[in-house]
Structures are given as structure tokens and as C-alpha cells.
């Protein structure tokens, strides 16, 4: 009976790496499962022991695209769309939603975001849309009265710990850091939270573990800790790293007024990894 109480759920982009651990995660927490799975993916090799690993697991796999009107009226089939496609095809969603718009079954999208927040996001000329492009998303799934949770979790610690947020490295620095201004939480397992949870319904679920937010220098003097040795510091000014970036990143507090809710405070049961753990693999 239990099972039945769980919403239907369908990942689009189920093969990427995120959204593998989103469906992996729904099957697990008990929600009937579906992939949108491109036609080309079955016959490609390098996606067969991933295709299997999900099927396995227990998750249907629709044959479907976003380009492919037809094949979107899979989304009849489920109560939740989980959307986990790559950043630079955002806009691709748009028939989605349009197909979502008419299917009054739907009762939540996850867009593709999990990331920084865009509509917080300061972006300079060089960001080409990167931000603006999910905003529009944004408006379009509100303006089309679609009930929404979006989820930012900042910049996933794989992508910017490696080089302890030094452009240029693959790997953490033993001689010497540049520090900016002054001073894998797993999202696909929060995700998965929200899905038949009213406390995140139309709001924006932030991912903000306390023992990960921390300044440059925090992570300079926890990774100087690791390695038992002093770094030679070069500093850059606020001014001077926006020259370097392609948009400004700002910390802010979570405004519940304002749709936003605290993800680790709404799970505190969801085990993550720490930025010290994170940097103990790097050693």
C-alpha cells in the first residue's frame, strides 16, 4: 500500500550523471519510475551497462525526446517530471512544459537547475545567457500555472574542489594558492525529497550544509592542514576576480518570503559529504 502512496516519477536525462542518482534515488525511495530515453541511446555502447543498471533497478525506460512531441505524452503516465538535462540545452525544455501545461495529472516539475540561483545571479557580458536562459524557464513554468520546486545547491563540490578553486589546475595546489576576495552534496537525494513534500511546493529548495559553506580561506587552511604545509598566497581583489569570471556568484540569506526553503534543515536525515571529507580524497 505503501508504494501506491508514492508518486510516479519521470527523469528526463536519466543517463548523465546526475540524472542516473536522481532516478536510481526515486526507484529506491519507493516511486514508480520512468526514463525518457533517446532512441539513438539504446544502440550506443557506452550507454548499455547504464541503460541495464537502470532496468535492473526496476525503471521503465520510454523511448522519447524533447524534440518529439509524441513521445512527451509519456509525462500522462506520472505525477512528477524531474527534469536533469545539461545547462546549455535549458531552453530545449520548452515543448516540455508546453506538454506539461496540458496534462492536469502533473502535480510537480523539477527543472534542470542545480546550480547557483539565476534569478540571484549577477551576470556579466560574457555569460551569454547561461543564467538568463533559466530564468526564462522559470517564468515560463510559472506563467503557465505548472506547480514547480526548483533546486540550487551553488557549484557541486566535484567541479570546483579538485583545484581548490584554482582556474587552470585538475588538482589541489602544494606550493602555492590565488585566494578570491576576501576570505557531491548530493543533490539528487534532496531532490527526490521534495517530490510529495507541500513544504517545497512552488518554492526554491536551497542546499546549504552548515559545515560546507565556508570562505576561501577556510578552504585554504583546511587543505594547508591536510597536506601539513603553508601555501604562498597570492590575493585578488573582489573587483579583479570579476574580471575573471563569468558572472558573481553572491551569498545571500534564504528568505522563506520569498519561496525559498533550507534543504538541510527540511532532511536532516540525508547523509552528505563535507568539504573535509571531499578534500581527503584529493590527498
Same mark, same amino acid.
Given at each position: 500500500m505503501e508504494e501506491e502512496k508514492k508518486s510516479r516519477v519521470l527523469v528526463i536525462g536519466a543517463t548523465g550523471r546526475l540524472g542516473h542518482y536522481l532516478t536510481r534515488f526515486s526507484i529506491q525511495s519507493g516511486h514508480p519510475t520512468f526514463a525518457l530515453i533517446r532512441n539513438s541511446t539504446f544502440s550506443d555502447p557506452s550507454k548499455s551497462a547504464n541503460l541495464e543498471s537502470l532496468s535492473s533497478a526496476g525503471v521503465t525506460l520510454l523511448k522519447g525526446s524533447l524534440d518529439d512531441e509524441a513521445s512527451l505524452e509519456a509525462v500522462s503516465k506520472v505525477d512528477v517530471v524531474i527534469s536533469a538535462i545539461p545547462s546549455k540545452h535549458v531552453l530545449d525544455q520548452t515543448l516540455l512544459i508546453n506538454v506539461i501545461k496540458r496534462t492536469p495529472s502533473i502535480k510537480r516539475f523539477i527543472p534542470a537547475e542545480y546550480g547557483a540561483d539565476p534569478d540571484k545571479t549577477q551576470v556579466s557580458d560574457l555569460d551569454h545567457g547561461f543564467y538568463s536562459k533559466k530564468s526564462e524557464i522559470r517564468r515560463l513554468v510559472e506563467s503557465s500555472n505548472i506547480p514547480y520546486t526548483y533546486i540550487?545547491?551553488?557549484?557541486?563540490?566535484? &567541479?570546483?574542489?579538485?583545484?581548490?578553486?584554482?582556474?587552470?589546475?585538475?588538482?589541489?595546489?602544494?606550493?602555492?594558492v590565488t585566494v578570491f576576495g576576501d576570505g557531491d552534496v548530493d543533490a539528487a537525494a534532496f531532490t527526490i525529497k521534495t517530490i510529495d513534500d507541500p513544504r517545497t511546493l512552488n518554492k526554491t529548495l536551497y542546499l546549504r550544509p552548515?559545515?560546507?559553506?565556508?570562505?576561501?580561506?577556510?578552504?585554504?587552511?583546511?587543505?594547508?592542514?591536510? &597536506?601539513?604545509?603553508?601555501?604562498?598566497?597570492?590575493?585578488?581583489?573582489?573587483?579583479?576576480?570579476?574580471?575573471? &569570471?563569468?558572472?558573481?556568484?553572491?551569498?545571500?540569506? &534564504?528568505?522563506?518570503?520569498?519561496?525559498?526553503?533550507?534543504g538541510t534543515e527540511?532532511?536532516?536525515?540525508?547523509?552528505?559529504?563535507?568539504?573535509?571529507?571531499?578534500?581527503?580524497?584529493l590527498l
Amino acid at each position: 500500500m505503501e508504494e501506491e502512496k508514492k508518486s510516479r516519477v519521470l527523469v528526463i536525462g536519466a543517463t548523465g550523471r546526475l540524472g542516473h542518482y536522481l532516478t536510481r534515488f526515486s526507484i529506491q525511495s519507493g516511486h514508480p519510475t520512468f526514463a525518457l530515453i533517446r532512441n539513438s541511446t539504446f544502440s550506443d555502447p557506452s550507454k548499455s551497462a547504464n541503460l541495464e543498471s537502470l532496468s535492473s533497478a526496476g525503471v521503465t525506460l520510454l523511448k522519447g525526446s524533447l524534440d518529439d512531441e509524441a513521445s512527451l505524452e509519456a509525462v500522462s503516465k506520472v505525477d512528477v517530471v524531474i527534469s536533469a538535462i545539461p545547462s546549455k540545452h535549458v531552453l530545449d525544455q520548452t515543448l516540455l512544459i508546453n506538454v506539461i501545461k496540458r496534462t492536469p495529472s502533473i502535480k510537480r516539475f523539477i527543472p534542470a537547475e542545480y546550480g547557483a540561483d539565476p534569478d540571484k545571479t549577477q551576470v556579466s557580458d560574457l555569460d551569454h545567457g547561461f543564467y538568463s536562459k533559466k530564468s526564462e524557464i522559470r517564468r515560463l513554468v510559472e506563467s503557465s500555472n505548472i506547480p514547480y520546486t526548483y533546486i540550487c545547491c551553488g557549484l557541486f563540490m566535484r &567541479i570546483l574542489l579538485p583545484s581548490l578553486v584554482q582556474p587552470g589546475l585538475q588538482s589541489p595546489p602544494v606550493d602555492k594558492v590565488t585566494v578570491f576576495g576576501d576570505g557531491d552534496v548530493d543533490a539528487a537525494a534532496f531532490t527526490i525529497k521534495t517530490i510529495d513534500d507541500p513544504r517545497t511546493l512552488n518554492k526554491t529548495l536551497y542546499l546549504r550544509p552548515s559545515g560546507n559553506v565556508c570562505s576561501m580561506n577556510d578552504l585554504v587552511e583546511m587543505w594547508e592542514g591536510k &597536506i601539513e604545509k603553508k601555501l604562498v598566497k597570492t590575493f585578488v581583489t573582489e573587483s579583479q576576480l570579476l574580471e575573471k &569570471i563569468k558572472g558573481h556568484h553572491t551569498y545571500f540569506e &534564504i528568505d522563506e518570503s520569498c519561496g525559498g526553503v533550507n534543504g538541510t534543515e527540511l532532511y536532516p536525515d540525508v547523509k552528505y559529504m563535507t568539504v573535509s571529507e571531499f578534500l581527503d580524497t584529493l590527498l
